[in-house]
Nanobody
Framework: QVQLVESGGGSVQAGDSLRLSCVAS????????MGWFRQAPGKEREFVAS????????YYADSVKGRFTISRDNAKKMVYLQMNSLKPEDTAVYYC?????????????WGQGTQVTVSS
């Protein structure tokens, strides 16, 4: 059974940093691309960042480029999202997801999410 569990969310001030973590189980982690998505209240879920399996190519939404960094540790079956210079508009529930695709378009597995709240 595939399980993704996020952690690291919290309440911070604008300009602060947070690092989200996601641990995977039940999958051959090194063969899955991983992504982070977020959903703010009243809005649709949106893509934040992804990292492919293999050469770990990374992709970012324009809104977070230069502030957020996605990384992975295949030995620990973990993916991270380092978030710097946080803004109030980054407030959302953040979800970790896994994709079988090298360049992920569709994600087969999702975590339950972790809340990030950024106050001004």
């Amino acid at each position: 059974q595939v399980q993704l569990v996020e952690s690291g969310g919290g309440s911070v001030q604008a300009g602060d940093s947070l690092r989200l973590s996601c641990v995977a189980s039940g999958v051959t982690f090194s063969r899955y691309s991983m992504g982070w998505f977020r959903q703010a209240p009243g809005k649709e879920r949106e893509f934040v960042a992804s990292i492919s399996w293999g050469i770990s190519s990374t992709y970012y939404a324009d809104s977070v480029k230069g502030r957020f960094t996605i990384s992975r540790d295949n030995a620990k079956k973990m993916v991270y999202l380092q978030m710097n210079s946080l803004k109030p508009e980054d407030t959302a529930v953040y979800y970790c997801a896994a994709s079988e695709q090298l360049v992920p378009k569709l994600y087969q597995f999702w975590g339950q999410g972790t809340q990030v709240t950024v106050s001004s």
